[in-house]
């Protein structure tokens, strides 16, 4: 009796965070924009979120009017979400990143998925809309899972 009691705890603790990570991956994957303006000037956003809760943010732009014409910065860290909102952090400190790294501290962003009961032909991806950062331009960019 006491090892069924002991086995009945153990199944109970074990099968708590299934409901959570049916959540995390549904989230994980890759998120992208890629913009190219009438000028052919050129801006690409892309963040991996990974299972293992680390991420990888590229940024690349290629723009005619300023100098240096190419900017490519990069951001890495962990994420944790918690009901809608992926919170970000820096796999480094601030005062350690270098020139083409991304300060994702204070980085807030909401999943965005498409209703479940939506029965219309259109097909929505799932997005990822940037709420409060550091990174000034940042805020309200929307990414689309590709």
């Given at each position: 009796m006491k090892t069924f009691i002991s086995s009945l705890i153990v199944f109970a603790l074990l099968s708590?965070?299934?409901p959570l990570?049916?959540?995390y991956t549904a989230v994980v994957g890759t998120?992208?924009?890629h913009i190219l303006t009438v000028d052919?000037?050129?801006l690409e956003y892309q963040i991996n979120l990974k299972n293992d809760g680390t991420f990888t943010f590229s940024y690349y732009s290629k723009?005619?009017?300023r100098r240096p014409t190419e900017d490519h910065k990069e951001g890495q860290g962990t994420w944790v979400l918690e009901k809608n909102i992926i919170t970000f952090t820096n796999s480094t400190s601030a005062t350690e990143t270098p020139q083409n790294r991304l300060?994702?501290?204070e980085t807030q962003a909401r999943w965005i998925a498409p209703s479940p009961r939506n029965t219309s032909a259109i097909v929505k991806p799932q997005q990822l809309l940037f709420l409060s950062s550091k990174?000034?331009?940042l805020p309200r960019l929307v990414l689309e899972k590709t």
């Open positions: 708590l965070p299934y990570l049916a959540q998120y992208a924009k052919l000037d050129v723009l005619k009017n300060d994702f501290s990174v000034n331009w």
